[in-house]
């Protein structure tokens, strides 16, 4: 695995929703489809986060997995990150 798509998970992941659509956010982070569960894993279920799109937008979804606001990102990937960094040195 590269640097950057070691730090990739670290990030937000920008995604455009559409008014009146839900969508399922994978909260466990194994899901091939990110930021969206793919439902292949029975015990992942437990972990995603509906999301009701009132307007259609470009959302933030967190690609971290440690948002205190899930699904939506909250900056919490800046401290994850610099854990990564410094265990990485």
């Not at 994978?26 to 799109?53: F, M, N, W």
């Not at 009132?54 to 997995?65: A, L, R, S, Y």
């Amino acid at each position: 695995m590269t640097d950057k798509e070691m730090y990739k998970k670290f990030l937000p992941i920008a995604y455009e929703v559409e008014q009146g659509k839900i969508y399922a956010w994978c909260g466990c982070g194994k899901s091939e489809t990110q930021p969206l569960c793919d439902y292949d894993r029975e015990e992942c279920k437990q972990q995603q986060v509906i999301y009701h799109a009132i307007v259609t937008e470009t959302v933030f979804f967190c690609g971290c997995k440690q948002t205190q606001e899930p699904p939506l990102c909250d900056g919490s990937h800046a401290a994850a990150l610099l854990e990564c960094i410094k265990q990485q040195t």
